[in-house]
C-alpha cells in the first residue's frame, strides 16, 4: 500500500470548493478528489469526507455547486479546507450570492457549475456524489489552486 500512496502523492490536479444549502443552512468544503466521468451525458462525480458538515447538509439536498478554486485565492482555499462550519460561518467571511436552488456562489471562483444530485455512492471515507450539470460560469483567465499547494492546509476536521 505504501507504493500507492507514494504514486497517488504526486499526482497534481485543481481544487475545489462545493457548496450547499438546505432549508436551515449553508455549507462548503474543499475538495481534491473530484472528476468528469461522462461526456454525453455530462457528467461529474465529487467525493465528500464522511466526516464533515458539508455533507452532513449535502445528505438533503437535491443541487451541488462546484467552484474551480483560481490560483489567485489561497485564502480562500485555507478557508474552506481548514475550517469546519461546525464552528465558523465561512460565508460570513467571503463574497457570495445565492446560486441555483439556494446553493452559494462564490464571487471569487469565476469557474463553477451546478450540478443535480443523480446518485450517492459510499466511496471508502468519503461519499460520491454523482452530478448532472446544468447551469455554469467559465472565466477562461483563472489558472486552478492544485493539490500540491493545498496539501499545506491543516483540515478542519480529522481526515
Known amino acids: 500500500m505504501s507504493a500507492v500512496h507514494e504514486l497517488i502523492s504526486e499526482l497534481d490536479y485543481p481544487m475545489f470548493i462545493v457548496t450547499c444549502a438546505d432549508e436551515r443552512e449553508r455549507a462548503g468544503c474543499l475538495v481534491g478528489f473530484a472528476?468528469?466521468?461522462?461526456?454525453?451525458?455530462?457528467?461529474?462525480?465529487?467525493?465528500?469526507?464522511?466526516?464533515?458538515r458539508t455533507y452532513r447538509v449535502a445528505r438533503g439536498t437535491d443541487v451541488l455547486v462546484v467552484h474551480l478554486v483560481p490560483d489567485s485565492e489561497p485564502e480562500?482555499?485555507?478557508?474552506?479546507?481548514?475550517?469546519?462550519?461546525?464552528d465558523v460561518d465561512k460565508f460570513a467571511q467571503?463574497?457570495?450570492?445565492?446560486?441555483?436552488?439556494?446553493a452559494?456562489?462564490?464571487?471569487?471562483?469565476?469557474n463553477w457549475f451546478a450540478g443535480r444530485v443523480l446518485e450517492r455512492l459510499p466511496a471508502g471515507d468519503h461519499v460520491a456524489f454523482l452530478l448532472d450539470p446544468f447551469e455554469a460560469h467559465a472565466d477562461r483567465s483563472e489558472e486552478p489552486f492544485v493539490f500540491h499547494r493545498a496539501k499545506a492546509i491543516a483540515p478542519g476536521h480529522e481526515p
Open 104 to 110: 452559494p456562489v462564490l464571487e471569487a471562483c469565476g
Open 35 to 52: 472528476t468528469q466521468c461522462s461526456i454525453d451525458p455530462p457528467r461529474f462525480l465529487v467525493c465528500l469526507s464522511d466526516k464533515n
Open 76 to 86: 480562500l482555499a485555507e478557508l474552506f479546507g481548514s475550517q469546519t462550519g461546525d
Open 94 to 102: 467571503c463574497a457570495w450570492r445565492d446560486g441555483p436552488a439556494g
